[in-house]
C-alpha cells in the first residue's frame, strides 16, 4: 500500500505530465493511491441500452445504441458547436459538442455503430445529448457487470477525461499494482466478520459483477475505513489518559452530605444518579477524567455538575465552570450560589465586565483556596487567573470552546482538573463516539417527573391571527412569549427587514404589553440589555434571532413562535424549544410556515410536532443533512474526512468497528503482535 501512496500517477501507463497536472488539480488524484480510492458515485447496468422515444427528462444517464446520420460545424468562434444527428433506428436525436470538435469530427465514421452516454435532454420535444461519452458497442458489451460513474468536474469533461477514462486507467494500476495491494485486516477478523479480501474489494468497488458483489465490497472498505478511525481515536485517548495522571477523589464528606440531605428540594431521577455514578468512578480512577454529560434541556445537568464539583471540594479542591456567555454564566451562579448558600460555600462571578476590585478579591481568594467555586465566561482562563487547587472543571456548551482552551486550563494546575463538557445538543451515540472520540459519554435520558412536554404546532400564514390571539391569551395571564426569525449570512439584508417589520408588527399588535428586541449585529451591551429586560420581567415579548438558542433561563415564558421555520435545521429548532417548558406551565412552540412548503420540509418540520424527545430529532436531523453542521460547530480535534462510509448512514459499521477496535487494543495494547503489526500504519 505504501509503495501505492509513494508512486506519482505520472508514472501509471496512460498518464503523462499534462493529465497528471489536471488531475491533480481537479481532483486532487497525485498517487496511484488517490485514483485507486477515487471510487465511482454510481453505477449503470451496461447490458440495459434505451429506445430514444422511452428516454425521461429526469434519466440521469443513459446509453443508447445507433449511428451517426450526419456531423456539421455550425455556429462561429465562441458559439462554433459540432451537432449530430443520432438515430437508434426507429427516431433520431441530436448530439452536441462544444469543445474538442477536431477531435472528434476525427473519431467518428457516419454510419458506424456506437454506442452514446450520457444525460438526455429535451427541448421543444426533441432530445438531445451534450458532450456524451461514445464506445464501440463491442467495448460495451465486453465490459461485464456494473459500470462504474466517477465524480468528475466540467473541466475534465471539457478535455475528454471521461468515467471511460478513469476506469480504463485503474485498470493499469490493477494489472501492474494489484500485488503492492495488502491487507490490513487481519485474516481471523476478516473471517470472523465475513469481510472480503482487499484486492477484490477494489476490484469490485470499481467494477462489480452484479449488486452482490457491490454491497460486500462496500462494506468491506467502509468497515476498514471506520476501524482505522476507531483505532486512531482510542489508542490516541488510552495514550492521554496514560500521560496525564489525575486528582483521585476517594471522599464524599460535609459539602456533598449536607447539600444532599438539606438543600436538595427534590428526588433526583434515576438518569441523573446514574451519571453522578460514572463520573464518581472516573474521579476516583487516578486518572483525569474527560466525559461528554450530554442531556436535553431541563434534564438536570446544571444539578449533577454542582453535586460533583462539591466532591471536588470535599477532596479539598477547587472547582470552576465556564459558560459562553455573559449572561449564560450570570444564570448559572444565581442557581448554584443559590442551592450552594446554606452550606457555607464561597461562589464566585468573573466575567470581562467584573469591576476591578471584586477581581481583585477573586484572584486573591482563589490563590489562598478561600473561593470553592469559581464562575464565569472565557475570563476564567486567562493568564493572571491561578487556582490554588483546581480539581474539576464543568464547561458548558462544548461548542464554543476547542480543545486548545480545554488544555489551557489544564495548565493551571501541575495535576490536571477532571474535565465535564455539558451540552444540550443532543448527539447521537454513533456520532459522539466519532466526534468526540477522546471523551467518555454520559446521558441524561430522562427528565425530572412532572415536567408537561411542549406542545409543538404547526401553521400556516393564514392561521396568523389565531397565534395572535393565542400569544394574547398567554400574556394576559402573565405569561411571556419569544419571537424567533431567522438570521442567515447570505441574505442578511432581507432577514433583518424581516425581523425589523415583524417587530413594528409585534409592537402595533401588543401594544398593552412590553417587548424587547436582539439581533446578532447589536452591540453586546445592548443585547444584554435587552435580554436582561425579559429575563427579569421588564418586558413580555421577546422578539430575537437565533441569538437566544444558547441561553437563557426564563421559566415563566410559555411560548416559543417560531417564523420561516422551514428555513432551521431540526436540531436547531429542537433547541429553541427548548427555551419553553422550564416553568410548571403548559408550553407550546409554533413553528410558522408558508403553505407552499415541499413535500419533504412539510415531512422534516412533522418530526417536531411529533416527538419532544431531543436524540429522535438529532437521529433525523443527522440523516437528512448529514453531520455536517454538528461537525463544523464542534471541535474535536479528529478529522472526519471519510472517503466511502457515511457517519449518518452507517451506524450499525460504526459501532461494531468499534467494538473491534476496543478488541485490539484490549488484547494488544501497544499493536505490536504479528498479525496487528500492519494496523500501526
Ligand atoms: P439543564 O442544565 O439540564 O438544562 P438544570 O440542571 O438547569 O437542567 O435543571 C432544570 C430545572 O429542573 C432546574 O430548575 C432544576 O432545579 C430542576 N431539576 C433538576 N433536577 C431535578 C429533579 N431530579 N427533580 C425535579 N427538578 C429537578
Ligand atoms: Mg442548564
Redesign the pocket.
Known amino acids: 500500500m505504501d509503495r501505492l501512496r509513494a508512486t506519482d500517477i505520472t508514472y501509471l501507463k496512460g498518464v503523462g505530465p499534462t493529465r497528471a497536472k489536471i488531475l491533480g488539480e481537479e481532483l486532487g488524484i497525485k498517487t496511484l493511491y488517490d485514483l485507486l480510492y477515487h471510487f465511482p458515485s454510481h453505477y449503470i447496468d451496461r447490458s440495459q441500452f434505451y429506445a430514444i422515444t422511452s428516454l425521461r427528462s429526469d434519466m440521469t444517464m443513459v446509453q443508447i445504441k445507433g449511428r451517426f446520420v450526419s456531423l456539421n460545424t455550425l455556429g462561429e468562434g465562441a458559439r462554433t458547436r459540432l451537432v449530430g444527428l443520432f438515430t437508434d433506428g426507429l427516431s433520431t436525436m441530436e448530439v452536441v459538442w462544444f469543445k474538442r470538435i477536431k477531435a472528434i469530427r476525427e473519431q467518428i465514421r457516419i454510419g458506424n455503430p456506437y454506442v452514446i452516454f450520457g444525460k438526455p435532454a429535451e427541448y421543444n420535444g426533441r432530445w438531445s445529448m451534450v458532450h456524451p461519452e461514445i464506445d464501440s458497442p463491442e467495448d460495451v458489451e465486453s465490459t461485464i457487470g456494473l459500470r462504474g460513474v466517477y465524480p468528475l468536474t466540467e473541466k475534465l469533461r471539457n478535455r475528454g477525461i471521461t468515467s471511460r477514462t478513469l476506469f480504463s486507467l485503474v485498470r493499469n494500476i490493477f494489472s501492474l499494482h494489484l500485488k503492492n495491494v495488502d491487507d490490513p485486516i487481519p485474516a481471523d477478523l476478516r473471517g470472523r466478520l465475513r469481510l472480503i479480501g482487499k484486492r477484490d474489494a477494489l476490484l469490485a468497488i470499481h467494477n462489480p459483477r452484479d449488486n452482490d458483489q457491490l454491497i460486500k465490497a462496500r462494506e468491506r472498505l467502509k468497515f476498514e475505513e471506520l476501524f482505522y478511525l476507531q483505532l486512531n481515536i482510542l489508542s490516541y485517548s488510552r495514550r492521554r489518559s496514560v500521560r496525564f495522571g489525575g486528582h483521585t477523589f476517594t471522599k464524599i464528606g460535609h459539602y456533598f452530605n449536607s447539600f444532599y440531605s438539606q438543600c436538595l428540594p427534590?428526588?433526583?431521577?434515576g438518569a441523573?444518579k446514574r451519571v453522578i455514578r460514572e463520573i464518581r468512578r472516573d474521579m476516583n480512577s487516578g486518572r483525569q477524567m474527560n466525559r461528554l454529560l450530554q442531556?436535553d434541556?431541563?434534564?438536570?445537568?446544571?444539578?449533577v455538575a454542582l453535586m460533583c464539583m462539591l466532591i471536588a471540594l470535599d477532596n479539598g479542591c477547587q472547582a470552576c465552570l465556564m459558560a459562553p456567555t455573559e449572561i449564560l454564566a450570570t444564570q448559572h451562579f444565581e442557581?448554584i450560589s443559590q442551592l450552594a448558600a446554606r452550606i457555607g460555600v464561597n461562589v464566585k462571578l468573573l466575567t470581562g465586565s467584573t469591576p476591578k476590585k471584586s477581581r481583585d478579591l477573586i484572584h486573591s481568594q482563589l490563590t489562598d483556596g478561600s473561593l470553592h467555586i469559581l464562575i464565569g465566561t472565557h475570563a476564567v482562563i486567562e493568564d493572571n487567573v491561578r487556582f490554588a487547587r483546581l480539581g474539576f472543571v464543568v464547561i458548558d456548551e462544548q461548542h464554543r470552546f476547542g480543545v486548545a482552551q480545554r488544555a489551557r486550563l489544564w495548565k493551571k494546575n501541575n495535576v490536571p482538573p477532571h474535565i465535564l463538557v455539558m451540552t444540550?445538543t443532543p448527539i447521537p451515540r454513533t456520532l459522539a463516539m466519532t466526534l468526540y472520540g477522546d471523551l467518555d459519554v454520559s446521558v441524561?435520558d430522562e427528565l425530572?417527573?412532572g415536567r408537561k412536554p411542549v406542545t409543538t404546532l404547526l401553521r400556516m400564514e393564514e392561521n396568523r391571527l389565531d397565534v395572535y390571539r393565542s400569544i394574547a391569551r398567554q400574556l394576559k395571564q402573565g405569561r411571556q412569549v419569544y419571537i424567533v426569525y431567522p438570521l442567515i449570512k447570505e441574505n442578511e439584508k432581507v432577514d433583518l427587514k424581516s425581523l425589523e417589520d415583524g417587530y413594528e408588527q409585534i409592537c402595533e399588535t401588543f401594544r398593552d404589553f412590553r417587548v424587547a428586541y436582539v439581533h446578532g449585529k447589536m452591540k453586546p451591551a445592548e443585547k444584554d440589555l435587552q435580554m436582561t429586560r425579559f429575563a427579569t420581567h421588564q418586558a413580555d415579548i421577546l422578539v430575537a434571532t437565533t441569538v437566544i438558542e444558547v441561553g437563557v433561563n426564563v421559566p415563566n415564558a410559555t411560548i416559543m413562535v417560531i417564523e420561516n421555520a422551514e428555513r432551521f435545521g431540526l436540531s436547531q429548532l429542537h433547541q429553541l424549544r427548548g427555551r419553553v417548558g422550564?416553568g410548571d406551565g403548559q408550553s407550546y412552540c409554533i413553528l410558522m410556515s408558508r403553505p407552499e412548503i415541499s413535500g419533504p420540509t412539510r415531512k422534516r418540520l412533522s418530526i417536531m410536532t411529533s416527538t419532544t424527545d431531543g436524540f429522535v430529532v438529532a437521529e433525523a436531523d443527522l440523516r437528512l443533512r448529514g453531520p455536517g453542521d454538528i461537525e463544523g460547530t464542534m471541535q474535536s480535534g479528529m478529522s472526519l474526512s471519510l472517503n466511502i462510509a457515511n457517519i449518518a448512514t452507517d451506524g450499525r459499521l460504526i459501532q461494531l468497528a468499534r467494538n473491534e477496535a476496543e478488541n485490539i487494543l484490549e488484547n494488544e495494547p501497544t499493536l505490536s503482535a504479528h498479525d496487528n503489526s500492519l494496523l500501526c500504519r
Open positions: 427534590f428526588e433526583l431521577t441523573q442531556g434541556v431541563g434534564s438536570g445537568k446544571t444539578l442557581t444540550a441524561i425530572p417527573p422550564r
